[in-house]
């Protein structure tokens, strides 16, 4: 148990030492630009609803960014817990993408154009989406046990097949002459409730957020208390070893990359049946790859990446109105994500260094006391 503590605490450290990093190079940026970081910082808080801006317009208010924020934020948890999953079985999906557009496009065809009520088409959505992200995971687990296609490899792969596929359907099938994308899905499908009125202000109520905090604690306790997170974790771990154990390889591989897949389809509907409504031909998600970021920087834990979610999408989405504030580049955001995102990987390298020097350090007093010993 103690040991287990020590090993949490040495990645909340590792994560606030990237975080800490990142911020201050962005704020280093900033201030080369001729503008106050602390300033810029108090508009990416403002843009995100964790602050209160000077004026509002259209019926909005402080509660209305931060619902906006939280609908913003669940497709990156759902996505980040993909991540965590694959890697605990020693896995990387990084097709996650092209996972969330089969899911999206699937559910969008089936319920989204379809006249269902709200109540049968709702859920319809979240079991199609999974059903169909689960699949797109699943085949790529297949691939890689049936006949050992690095997971990597397949799944770039599958995002360009997945996205030109789509992207045909929709330019032929369901474009909307006007915004070139997507025809709209019904609100009765849609997952977010978009601008409710509320005492006379304007909400965006994600329904998705409710599965994203249930698949977040639905995973921490298939991880920590069942012995198919057990297996998953020892297979991640060393896969000959594993084997030797008697656990089956192949199948908590395909199992790992079938609930990669379920939780990539979830992120994917609630993104584009939810936050957006439509889909963009020709273009996969960010969503996917920033997923990455944040699941390294959280630890691959389902409590460390609903955390690192809320800090990467607060950089993110608060990026706008941080520059119109301030009149500077949105890609800062970029800049500051991707040096948390080197400092956590180079974190953890250093971090494993350390471990090992400190053992032999610890291994040649233990030889050195022997020796002292014997004469």
Known sequence: MKKHSGSAW????????????????????IAVLGKNPFTAYYNLLQGCGFLEKEKYAGGRSQLSDLSSFIDYLTPM????????????????????????????????????????????????????GAAAGGAAGALIGYLKYKFNINEVVSSIMLNYI????????????????????????SDASRLTLSEIKISGIKYDIPLGFIVAVAASLLLAFILDKTVLGYDLKAVGANRRASGYAGIHVSKN?????????ILAGLAGVT???????????????????????????????????????????IIDKGATYMSSQQTLEVEIASVITSVILLSSACGLFYGEIGEKLRNARTAARKQHRGKEAAQ
């Open 10 to 29: 040495k990645y909340l450290r590792i994560s606030g030492i990237s975080l800490l990093l990142g911020l201050l190079i962005g704020a280093a940026v």
């Open 77 to 128: 948890i759902l996505a980040a817990l993909s991540v965590a999953v694959a890697m605990k079985a020693g896995l990387f999906n990084i097709g996650i993408s092209g996972q969330m557009l089969t899911a999206a496009f699937t559910a969008t065809v089936l319920v989204g154009y379809s006249p269902l009520p709200a109540g049968i088409a709702k859920p319809l959505v979240l079991l199609i």
């Open 162 to 185: 997945v996205e030109y596929i789509v992207s045909f359907f929709i330019v032929t099938r369901f474009v909307d002459p006007i915004s070139r994308q997507s025809r709209p899905v």
């Open 253 to 261: 591989i395909l199992t790992a990359m079938l609930i990669s897949g």
């Open 271 to 313: 993104y584009y049946m939810g936050y957006v409504a439509t889909i963009e031909p020709k273009t996969l998600s960010d969503v996917g790859f920033n997923a990455i970021a944040v699941s390294i920087l959280g630890n691959n834990s389902p409590g460390g990446i609903f955390l690192a979610s809320i800090v990467i999408q």
